[in-house]
């Protein structure tokens, strides 16, 4: 997520009399502490507004275990927004608080608000020696900062108080590259691969500074593997060796690599992962076999009935079946195509999924039941036999593969009222329109797949005019947009993550789709619109990457793959390029 511009004191005090004529207590907080921290010699209205919320008899009420309280509970519900809301009021009254602080600092890391980080940590005066947390927060201050050398100096402390503490190793060889001290953070990155339990966190970081050390990524990759992880040793040295081979695309290596890891330990998260590995690689027989293990290895997939028989596959033409959705919004679109096999077997279906495609699924499938997966009640769920969603994948792969079956496209549609609503809300149509998204998570999967605003759009051609329009969903991607600043660039005015009809509808009122891969991906490809997907080098994504899977269920999907790992620039120059070409071609 890209920094947002910090609000000046004039747009806070404009905040506060709004929140303040709304009733919005907590709102109102967080403007009145962000503008007396980082204004405090201008700060005279919002001492005004202040004294009010101090004589508001239920919030004078409430003690500092209240607001830890509430604050740690967002926290821990990632809810960054609220959190910093809830610990700035507490602030207001129990200014100085370390946890509340620490709280706010935590939110303005995940909402990209480094305004707030100074405010939060400066009050709390120098850390003693053994307070790991402050110092940490301290450090990543002064990196965001752009103070290298601080961050340097304290980031050294704390790995060597901690050498085993993998946020300090990572966080030093940040303020190494920070001061283009390329080597060392190589070489820094280079010793964790053999000892960390997630070497692909680190490959992730090495791979551009190979690229500013003038490397060729590949060759870099390819000699550090063969120097160090091939042997495949032990199960460490293994499973480097095959997030190594992730990085090149090299996906019988990537099998070899967690093959060799699996002996080390039968760990149902890497037969897993095997399976997927297998898919990609086109091996099926191997990977549908081992795809079961997946309830092992994620055990909250197994939420569904367990009670009935299995269906195997067979006809049905009074039994009922009850399907159940296992896993992301992402993968219930795609096991969801598998329902066009299923429809000709079985008469009586029951499905159990998101609640937010239900619009789009019954209309596809009237004649069969839908229910919220999060409120499915016994007497809805009756039936003789029972299904995971991935089971039909399962099923039904290898045999539609094999007759080379086009499935009914689109998969789904908006729901008409909804699609008219949208289209009237639509301004004229004068050049063509884009929805966008590029980001795909926070962990270390998502930011391999995810990119910066900035590095999306900088590859659209100088001869290029396009509307386009965000269908990220994530927190504070409304705020990215608007300091972004690109006229070309809309706010959907839709909740992209619940309002799954409205996206739909909004989709199909678009030119086409250019997406990472994250939901906006399954969503462009199901309902027909012309979708581009940019994938990165170093992941599996058997979805898109196994050329017999992709062709069965997204055929008219674009994909495009990352031409050195860990660089988007060229890549996504081919994409923009190709897109132009095709809407070109399209309007001749």
């Known amino acids: 997520m890209k920094k947002q511009e910090p609000l000046t004191i004039e747009e806070l005090e404009a905040q506060m009399e709004s929140a303040f004529q709304e009733g919005e207590a907590t709102d109102l907080a967080l403007f009145l502490w962000e503008a007396i921290g980082r204004f405090p010699e201008k700060a005279s209205i919002a001492r005004i507004y202040l004294k009010k919320v101090l004589r508001n008899p239920d ?7 209240d607001f830890k309280k509430n604050a740690k509970r967002l926290r821990e519900g990632n809810e960054p927004e609220e959190s910093a809301k809830h610990a700035a009021l507490g602030l207001l009254l129990f200014p100085k608080d370390r946890y509340l602080s620490l709280s706010i600092v935590d939110a303005a890391e995940k909402l990209k608000r480094d305004e707030w980080l100074a405010p939060a940590i400066e009050p709390l005066g120098e850390p003693k020696p053994d307070d790991v947390v402050l110092q940490n927060a301290i450090a990543a201050l002064a990196q965001k900062t752009g103070d290298y050398e601080k961050s340097y100096r304290i980031f050294s402390r704390l790995n060597a108080r901690e050498p085993e503490n993998e946020q300090f190793i990572q966080s030093l ?7 283009s001290r390329w080597d060392e953070a190589r070489t820094m990155l280079e010793k964790m691969l053999p000892i960390t339990q997630e070497p692909k966190a680190y490959l992730h970081r090495l791979t551009p500074i190979y690229s500013n050390l003038g490397l060729d990524v590949e060759k870099a990759l390819e000699t550090l593997d063969e120097e160090f992880f091939k042997a495949c040793s032990t199960a460490k040295i293994a499973r480097a060796h095959a997030d190594i081979r992730m990085f090149l695309q090299d996906f019988p290596g990537v099998i070899e690599g967690l093959q060799a890891e699996y002996q080390f330990k039968s760990s149902p998260e890497v037969a897993f992962e095997i399976a997927e590995a297998e898919f990609t690689a086109e091996r099926f027989d191997s990977a549908l076999e081992r795809y079961g ?8 997939l197994d939420w569904g009935r367990r009670d009935l028989p299995s269906y195997r596959g067979e006809i049905l033409t009074e039994e009922t079946l009850y399907v159940w959705g296992e896993q992301g919004i992402g993968d219930e679109i795609l096991f969801s195509f598998f329902f066009e096999e299923l429809e000709r077997r079985v008469r009586h279906v029951t499905v159990a999924m998101d609640a937010r495609l239900i619009p789009s699924y019954q209309a596809r499938y009237p004649n069969w039941r839908f229910i919220d997966r999060l ?4 007497e809805m769920t009756k039936a003789d036999f029972v299904c995971p969603s991935g089971d039909l994948m399962v099923l039904f792969l290898e045999e539609l593969v094999a007759k080379k079956t086009a499935f009914q496209w689109p998969l789904i549609q908006p729901t008409p009222q909804r ?3 949208v289209q009237g809300l639509m301004p004229p149509k004068s050049r063509p329109r884009v929805a966008i998204s590029w ?14 605003l900035d590095d999306f759009v900088n590859g659209i051609p100088a001869d290029a005019d396009f509307d386009l329009i965000s269908l990220q969903y994530d927190e504070g991607h409304e705020e990215e947009v608007k300091a972004f600043g690109d006229r070309r660039i809309a706010l959907s005015g839709l909740n992209n993550r619940l ?9 199909k009122c678009c030119d086409a789709v250019l997406t990472v891969d994250n939901a906006v991906a399954h969503f462009g490809a199901a309902v027909g619109v012309p979708t581009y997907v940019i994938l990165p080098a170093g992941q599996t994504q058997f979805r898109w990457k196994s050329p017999s899977l992709k062709q069965l269920v997204f ?5 495009f793959i990352q031409d050195t790992p860990g660089s988007w620039s060229e890549v996504v120059k081919t994409v923009w390029g190709q897109l132009l070409s095709d809407l070109q071609g399209d309007d001749g």
């Open 419 to 421: 699609l008219e609503i």
């Open 499 to 507: 309002d799954i009809d409205g996206v739909l509808s909004l989709m």
């Open 293 to 300: 293990v997946r309830f092992e290895a994620f055990p909250k």
């Open 173 to 179: 060889s940040a303020a190494l590259v920070g001061l």
């Open 439 to 452: 980001r795909g998570g926070a962990k270390t999967n998502g930011l391999i797949r995810s990119m910066e």
């Open 555 to 559: 055929p008219k999907v674009n994909t």
């Open 59 to 65: 919030i004078a009420a409430l003690s500092l275990e």
């Open 375 to 378: 409120d499915a009640p016994d």
